[in-house]
């Protein structure tokens, strides 16, 4: 594992809102310091130099200075902002070279799955990272996972997965780290005319009905309710001719 320096000033106070946000504005981030039998330490580095370290690696080893000493420290937390995305606070664990620690370690794949290739299926990640536990000078930068004969259906656990000599995987061995599965189809529903389904054909009225419930071009039946109008020549039902 990489070792590389950081530079950090001490705190004298620590929180408040409007010192944090001028700090933050001079490109620096506060950050705390804990672990070993140190009691916890206030400090702050600048933005550009944490970033640097940490696309190196997220569990690249630090030699932490500041005034009056140093700390061999790594990285356990970044916090970004919500929306800039900066770096707003950081968490780094002070570690001892000659003993042990847990940390994750990203997973990389390599070579290409035949049940990809050659039989149309989708690779589904369980896990993207293991937890190993190692010296911290032994920490890999990514553990690769070989998927060169991965058929569809097949999937890879924690007890295929090889490791440098010195790493022990702290992940459960029957936990599926990958799989290639089968797509899953989308299903389209036809959408059936109700008059197609009954064998009819769709009658539509035409006009618009009045305020009445009557359609509008047509004319009302006669009911008890409506006088009969008499025809030109006739006289209306039940009366007899008129005499000239």
Not at 143 to 158: F, K, N, T
């Amino acid at each position: 594992m990489e070792q590389t320096k950081l530079k950090a000033e001490l705190r004298t106070k620590i929180g408040g809102k409007g010192g944090l946000s001028a700090m933050r504005g001079e490109k620096n981030v506060p950050c705390i310091v804990y672990g070993g039998k140190t009691p916890p330490m206030a400090v702050s580095v600048h933005e550009k130099e944490l970033l640097k370290i940490w696309k190196g690696g997220s569990n690249t080893i630090i030699t932490m200075e500041f005034p009056g000493g140093s700390d061999t420290v790594i990285v356990k937390k970044l916090q970004r902002h919500v929306i800039r995305e900066n770096i707003i606070h950081a968490d780094f664990q002070r570690i001892s070279l000659a003993d042990k620690i847990d940390v994750r370690v990203h997973i990389k794949l390599t070579g290409e799955s035949p049940g990809v290739k050659l039989n149309g299926g989708l690779i589904e990640h369980s896990l993207r990272e293991l937890k190993v536990r190692c010296l911290p000078t032994d920490i890999p930068k990514e553990i690769q996972v070989d998927i060169s004969a991965l058929e569809l259906g097949h999937h890879i656990v924690v007890r295929d997965v090889k490791v440098p000599a010195g790493v022990e995987i702290m992940d459960e061995p029957s936990q599926v780290l990958i799989s290639v599965i089968t797509p899953k189809e989308e299903k389209v529903e036809e959408v059936v005319a109700a008059d197609a389904v009954a064998g009819q054909p769709e009658v539509i009225a035409k006009g618009k009905k009045d305020e009445e419930g009557e359609t509008a071009g047509e004319k009302p039946a006669a009911g008890k309710d409506a006088a009969a109008k008499p025809v030109a020549g006739k006289s209306a039902p039940g009366k007899a001719p008129e005499k000239k």
